[in-house]
């Protein structure tokens, strides 16, 4: 996720400041259990406002320390133009954390099968949480989660492959 022009496109609407910025990330994005940090929200701000894509509008008092308020710059809804604009690369996975394993363990002699199977179970837990986040909605959730299913998916099939494959893997590794 570039969260540098994510943030610049939330901003864009209107003005807001740091913890209204990161209850909106967080509730659009970090379903998948990863919220934005404090620490990394402001650290973004900051740069953005060092590389002139935000301003501070102002200051809020609040609970604490004033609040700062951010407003986007020309030069940011440049940078959001541009970022939701170009395509995403459609680039396979081919270092993948789950392939590095699998050779790793026929390497070195254990039960790749096991981890593989230990990986499927992972993934169909996976999917329980997404089809019952699909169900409950609304539809931003639900696209999400199809998002998520479909790609889990894919990583199951590619099990089911491997695990047909992993004498044959394990054969071609030795040599």
Known sequence: ???PSTILALLE?????????????DHYFAVSGRPLSIGHLYGTLS???????IEVLGAEPGEGPDRKR?????A????VEQWLGEPERPEPMLQATLYVK??????????????LEAQRQAHLDRMQELTAMRKAGPLD??????YGLFHLEADLRWIDLTVARLEQLGKELSR
């Open 76 to 79: 940011g809804v440049t940078q």
């Open 47 to 53: 740069r953005l406002e060092r590389d002139g894509q």
């Open 1 to 3: 996720m570039n969260v």
């Open 102 to 115: 699998v050779v790793l363990a026929l390497l070195s002699g254990r039960a790749a099968g096991e981890q």
């Open 70 to 74: 951010f407003v986007i710059t020309p």
């Open 13 to 25: 609407p209107e003005p807001s400041h740091g913890y209204e910025l990161k209850r909106e990330y």
């Open 141 to 146: 959730r639900t696209m999400l989660a199809d």
